[in-house]
């Protein structure tokens, strides 16, 4: 018997540059002194979330489903890219159950926007807030001009009725 559970890691990482947006976790966090520097919007934490998603399936990675070399993905809406790996988890029978995940970023302090990043992650997710664990950490000065989230996400079975569409509000959707 197979076990009702897939879990996946995953990593991103950017380089920050003043002067962009900084946006984790689908939040925009305007106070941040520098953004990513990214073809798409730059969003670690839904990048690493994705690629665990992609992982716990043995799915390969993002950069298969969306290479950053492609025109069409400039500027791109991660959260469209998590709506699109939720899909195909629902498809082969998974959703997501649980996550966790690190940030390493030296500034600014996320600490105090904490709720709100997970309030959003587990939205995305269609997860309750307290399935979604965001822990936060600085480089100690040694990347002060980069950012990295590392995430683990747990599946679980999902049934799966005909026309079941993952969460995510209908304007995320990937299918054009
Ligand atoms: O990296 P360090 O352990 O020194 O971080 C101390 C604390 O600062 C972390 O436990 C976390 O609560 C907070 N922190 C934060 N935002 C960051 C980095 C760290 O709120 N960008
Ligand atoms: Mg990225």
Known sequence: MSLPFRVGL??????????????????A???APAGAVAHSDGD???HAVADAILAALAAGDIGRL????APENAGLDSRVIVKRVLD??????WRPAQ???VVTL?????????DELQASLAGLLGLEPDRVGLGFK????????????????LLEAADVSPGAGAPGSPELDWRG
């Not at 969306?66 to 070399?69: A, F, G, I, S």
């Not at 195909?88 to 029978?93: F, I, K, N, Q, V």
């Not at 030296?106 to 926007?113: A, F, W």
């Open 99 to 101: 996550a966790s995940l």
């Open 44 to 46: 670690a934490v839904l």
């Open 138 to 153: 600085t480089s100690e000065g040694l990347a002060p001009e980069h950012v990295q989230v590392r995430a683990v996400v």
């Open 66 to 69: 969306y290479p950053d070399t």
């Open 106 to 114: 030296d500034r600014p302090k996320l600490g105090p926007r904490r």
């Open 10 to 27: 995953g990593e991103d990482s950017h380089r920050l540059s003043a002067g962009r947006p900084l946006v984790l976790a689908g939040v």
């Open 88 to 93: 195909l988890a629902l498809e082969r029978g």
């Open 29 to 31: 966090l305007p106070d």
